[in-house]
């Protein structure tokens, strides 16, 4: 959860359709980037309504880094691409997504973002252009757009009309199949094509796009290290050596003997700072208490159950998936009366709801509620929680099917009362990790330098793949190495020690085609 509770009502099985009016003519119209004659059945102005409210879902439902250097810094560099790319007149928009998990993506009508985790591994403007370009290419080439029209005119309900983003997902991972929809898996084809739109893209703005090639190197290795997936759009691509090789053939085609620039070490100053994987800040999970060091609480989920966190709400389900529970919080005036909250919080929600009782809950005056809700799962009924801590309202839901509630009834009262203000020193003083630069101080092995520099022996390879570097390579005196900053590596029973922050789930990534939580690591346990 966000420290700013974003603005939002929490609408409990509440759709929101992008209801956009398709042409039902054919058009064919041909390609402004790659010259071929597509299938068009959306026109630019809806393209870029379905991009602007696309826009609004995923940057409130995963949040933008806030860092407003390295926001213009990102936005700057993009839009001087986008805008010689062959859709000038779209609104682009460059953004910076805060999650630690490694991913690029853009959405239809001009929408391009970068993961704070993707911009970690990155070691030169070159080769953040050269991914800028390849998403920008996703969009000039109209991939996305061409697969809304291929489906629609298949009829299966994939059209811009079902976009549907729903803002709880009780079972199973609805907001999958919602934002899951701007996020349409490109085909290997798309994927060529839209790097060597980057390759373009790169050489035209007088960039080395064999900075990118080697990025395409970092993410393989990446993905064999962590056994994870690697980021869904590099995983339509068989075999990223090919990638790369492909990008090779066309830099020697195009570049001629141009110089091309670089900006290694520029680039690196400008992450320097930028929070590394996981922000213990906005809540982390120690065993199977949720802890809340900027908003100060904690609240236990049942043992075994899968906690997910993200700016909006925590989510939190059982392995078996029948039943889920739901955490939020509202900003509400101080002394509002619990009772008088959650009744409003019903009827805003258009919810059913039983006789409840005021109670207290870790100090704090609460109320607790049955209710019950339609849904395309059927009859869901469960238990409410409002528990009023000063200016924000937190709203604890638990629900299951209908026949499934005697069984978890009380289960779901233990987890509202077990909401209380958060007073572990340790919690609360948490910092997340930051990327830190450490200038090589004479020639040496990237093993010794990452050593010397303070961090931990099990961290070296880590640190390694951060620089694109293999452990025995050799550096110079003065190289600019990223380093984390606290170290990575933790003294076996240090104190600050949360365990399980990164486990808990890929934060906010759930609904995008990356299931990757890599890195995999950002908080040891002891
Ligand atoms: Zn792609």
Known sequence: ???????????????????????????CATNPATGKKD??????????????????????????YDDEDLASYVSDTGLRLARKAERPNLPWKVQVIDSPVVNAFAIPGGYVYLTRGILAYMNSEAAMVGILGHEIGHITARHSVQQISRAQLAGIGLGVGSIVVPDVRPFGDLLQTGVGLLFLKFSRDDERESDTLGVRYSLAAGYDPTEMAAFFGVLDRMGERSGNDVPGWLS???DPEDREEHILQLVSAQAGNRSLVVKEEEFKRRLEG??????????????????????????????????????????????????????????????????????????????EFGTGERIRVGGFPAYRAPFRVRS????????????IDGETAYEILGYTYEQRYRSYRNTFHTVIESFARLTDRRA??????????????????????????GAGDESIDELALLNNLRPEDPVETG??????????????????????????????????????????????CC
């Open 1 to 27: 959860m966000a420290k700013t509770v974003p603005p939002f009502h929490p609408s409990l099985l509440k759709l929101y359709s992008l209801s956009i009016i398709l042409i039902s003519a054919l058009a």
């Open 39 to 64: 299938l068009v059945l959306v026109s630019e102005a809806q393209e870029v309504e379905m991009g602007a409210s696309a826009d609004r879902q995923v940057t409130q439902s995963m949040g933008l």
């Open 236 to 238: 339509t691509h068989p």
């Open 274 to 351: 930028v929070i590394f994987g996981e922000n213990p800040r906005e809540g982390f999970m120690d065993g199977n208490r949720f802890k809340h060091p900027d908003l100060r609480f904690q609240l236990d989920f049942p043992t075994g159950w899968n906690v997910q966190n993200t700016p909006r709400a925590v989510y939190s389900a059982p392995p078996e998936g029948d039943a889920a529970l739901q955490l939020t919080g509202t900003p509400v005036e101080e002394g509002t009366r619990p009772e008088k909250y959650a009744t409003r919080f019903f009827q805003q929600n258009k919810i």
């Open 376 to 387: 395309p799962q059927g009859v869901l009924i469960g238990e409410a929680g409002f528990v």
């Open 428 to 453: 609360l003083d948490i910092q997340p990790h930051r990327i830190a630069l450490y200038p090589v101080p004479g020639n040496t092995t990237a093993r010794k330098a990452f050593l010397d520099s």
């Open 479 to 524: 190289t600019l190495l990223k380093v984390v900053d606290p170290p990575l590596s933790r003294q076996p029973g240090r104190s600050n020690c949360p365990c399980s922050a990164a486990r808990s789930g890929s934060r906010p990534f759930s609904g995008s085609p990356s299931r990757s939580t890599f890195p995999g690591w950002s908080w040891s």
